[in-house]
Nanobody
Framework: QVQLVESGGGLVQPGGSLRLSCAAS????????MGWYRQAPGKQRELVAR???????AYADSVKGRFTISRDNAKFTTYLQMNNLKPDDTAVYYC?????????????WGQGTQVTVSS
């Protein structure tokens, strides 16, 4: 079992910045990837950014150049730095952990944190 606790959401004006944090606990040794997803009202949940245990990253095209995902292995925490935020970034952001296949890979989710970009 992996537990994920997010923090850092809130209300920000267009062009502003926020940093989301996701603290992992439990069977953290089993985690292959940590990621951030988001879900806006009436839309499907989508991948925003992902980082592997080796540090390789991937981003949705809509956030490339604006968002940065990173992880602090000593603190078992993953971050999403969001700069130049736009109203379209408004959504509930979820932290995700994907384990290695043992024998199947498992997905774990945080409770979500609201990000609202509005003037």
């Amino acid at each position: 079992q992996v537990q994920l606790v997010e923090s850092g959401g809130g209300l920000v004006q267009p062009g502003g910045s926020l940093r989301l944090s996701c603290a992992a606990s439990g069977s953290i040794f089993s985690i292959n990837y940590m990621g951030w997803y988001r879900q806006a009202p009436g839309k499907q949940r989508e991948l925003v950014a992902r980082i592997s245990s080796s540090g390789s990253t991937a981003y949705a095209d809509s956030v490339k150049g604006r968002f940065t995902i990173s992880r602090d292995n000593a603190k078992f925490t993953t971050y999403l730095q969001m700069n130049n935020l736009k109203p379209d970034d408004t959504a509930v952001y979820y932290c995700n952990a994907l384990t290695a296949p043992m024998p199947i890979a498992l997905n774990y989710w945080g409770q979500g944190t609201q990000v609202t970009v509005s003037s």
